[in-house]
């Protein structure tokens, strides 16, 4: 295992929100910030869009401590944060990646099918969908995993996905 070598300092980040996770009368949206929403140029061109946010609910010291999950709402072993999407990590990232609906440039706005996030959640960057950089065509998951869906449900990853 490697150390941290003592000549090497460990950098932190900062990071800021281009926006938040919307969700009423049953749609999703992403809401941006006035700034960034000339970055939405030509991203209704794309069905999806990877979303990264912020797994605001679980940044506090124990969560980011937290390096093993054994509480998943499915049957695993025990599991290291990096081998699973629990939202108590060390840097509480979450990626996923979402069916667009609508861009509306005027509202800076994107309407996707779902998300597995909450309401008023900070996202931090979108990426849009490219198969050719995004998916792999030989694929290796752990047995726990192996009876999961092939592929991403049609309306999205929702909070009880």
Known sequence: MKQNPGNTSISSFQVTPIGYIKRSDGHT??????????????????????????????????????????????????LGVFACRSPMRPNPLGLTTAKILRVDHGEGSIVIADIDAYEGTPVLDLKAYLPSCDRVREVKVADWAAHWPEWLPENGLGLDA
Do not use: C
């Open 29 to 78: 949206t992403i809401e941006l910030f006035h700034q960034f929403v000339p970055g939405l140029k030509e991203l209704e061109h794309f069905s999806h869009v990877q979303v990264i946010w912020w797994f605001s609910h679980f940044d506090d010291a124990d969560s980011r401590s937290t390096t093993t999950f054994n509480q998943m709402p499915f049957e695993a072993p025990e």
